[in-house]
Nanobody, 128 residues
Framework: QVQLVESGGGSVQPGGSLTLSCAAS????????IGWFRQAPGKEREGLSC????????FYKDSVKGRFTISRDSAKNTMYLQMNSLKSEDTAVYYC?????????????????????WGQGTQVTVSS
């Protein structure tokens, strides 16, 4: 069964850092475009960052640009979201996503509907 399993969420003070991980099983992230999303209570799921299969295309939501970094480790078949300078408004459930399979020349998207595989979500709480 194709699966994405997230880890790394938790509670952190404002200004702190967290790294979210998302391990894939039964498919290869190297053949996928990947993305990270979040959903706060009462709000729609929003795209934060994405990375194309080739790694040559990436996008970031303006509010996280310069603070969050998306990456992929081929050997571990795992994707990451490094989050720095966290703010209270970053509090949400965070989701990883993959669009598999993808052609090498494909891009990526911050639209949730574009992806066909999702992680279960992990809570991130930023509070003093």
């Amino acid at each position: 069964q194709v699966q994405l399993v997230e880890s790394g969420g938790g509670s952190v003070q404002p200004g702190g850092s967290l790294t979210l991980s998302c391990a894939a099983s039964r498919f290869t992230l190297d053949d996928s475009s990947i993305g990270w999303f979040r959903q706060a209570p009462g709000k729609e799921r929003e795209g934060l960052s994405c990375l194309s299969r080739s790694g040559r295309v990436d996008f970031y939501k303006d509010s996280v640009k310069g603070r969050f970094t998306i990456s992929r480790d081929s050997a571990k078949n795992t994707m990451y979201l490094q989050m720095n300078s966290l703010k209270s408004e970053d509090t949400a459930v965070y989701y990883c996503a993959a669009m598999y399979p993808q052609d090498l020349g494909s891009g990526c998207s911050l639209l949730p509907s574009w992806y066909n595989h999702w992680g279960q979500g992990t809570q991130v709480t930023v509070s003093s």
